[in-house]
């Protein structure tokens, strides 16, 4: 225990000198100690060592406000919010007692801005969803591409399988992004876009691509700005659209056709 009052009176040379010493000592000990000091001033910290792990407080004049806790064992420093230890959910998928994963989550031994897997999660990405197998589009007229089938991530059944679509369960504003690439040759001049749609209508249209000469590969592709989805009956879909009159294979692979969101707030 190191502690003092940090007022050092007047006296002799020798016990002013121990006195000043003391208090250096309380200062750098960061006043350590099983109970609180006497007369703290405010701001200033203490090191409560009455139990294990010890416990960083700071004094805001009227009460020892708790930091987070120190384990000299195993020299680990663990922060609080809003007076309680975040424990590994500051850095791990075990998140808190809602499920949310504060900042970060473990992927194997990298830590990368990502929730954890669950019924509820927080800000970030919450579904991409594919196209796997053969499908196609047919030209002059918008169309849905409704064979996205291969779930690469689903956070929190936010993927409406059975319909094909984004469906989130949770309410929010989102950020959707998406693609389609084409297998089969396009007239010369034709004119391709990627939509969004939310509730059957169209909220979001991406750049216009213009082929030059008939070709095949040509993709297209959409982000919209925060949609707000109402946790519920709100959906969004992919559609696609080729001004040249046909039916177009699509390729299916998971880096060219594609949908995927984000939630944002």
Request: aromatic share 10%; proline share 5%.
């Amino acid at each position: 225990m190191s502690q003092h009052d940090f007022d050092v009176a007047n006296q002799g040379a020798p016990a002013f000198r121990a006195d000043v010493n003391a208090a250096l000592q309380a200062l750098v000990s960061n006043s350590s100690g099983a109970t609180a000091p006497a007369s703290p001033q405010t701001h200033q910290f203490f090191l409560d060592t009455s139990g294990t792990p010890w416990i960083l407080k700071i004094y805001d004049g009227a009460d020892w406000i708790g930091l987070g806790t120190i384990d000299a064992t195993t020299n680990a420093f663990v922060p609080y919010r809003s007076g309680v230890a975040l424990g590994d959910a500051a850095i791990k998928t075990a998140g808190t007692a809602t499920g949310n994963v504060p900042l970060l989550a473990t992927i194997g031994d990298s830590k990368v801005g990502l929730p954890a897997k669950s019924s509820t999660f927080a800000i970030g990405p919450c579904c991409w969803v594919a196209l796997s197998g053969a499908t196609n589009l047919t030209g002059a007229s918008a169309a849905k591409i409704g064979n996205l089938d291969s779930e690469q991530e689903d956070f929190a059944a936010c993927w409406d399988s059975t319909n094909k679509r984004f469906q989130p369960q949770i309410a929010g504003y989102y950020v959707l992004t998406g693609a389609f690439s084409v297998s089969t040759s396009i007239a010369d001049q034709a004119r391709l876009f990627a939509s969004i749609y939310q509730g059957g209508a169209e909220v979001s249209r991406g750049p216009l691509v213009a082929t030059s000469g008939a070709n095949n590969d040509y993709s297209a592709m959409v982000t919209t700005p925060p949609l707000e989805f109402n946790g519920s009956s709100d959906f969004a879909e992919l559609y696609g659209y080729i001004s040249a009159a046909g039916t177009y294979a699509l390729n299916g692979n998971a880096h060219l056709t594609y949908l995927g969101a984000h939630r944002v707030g």
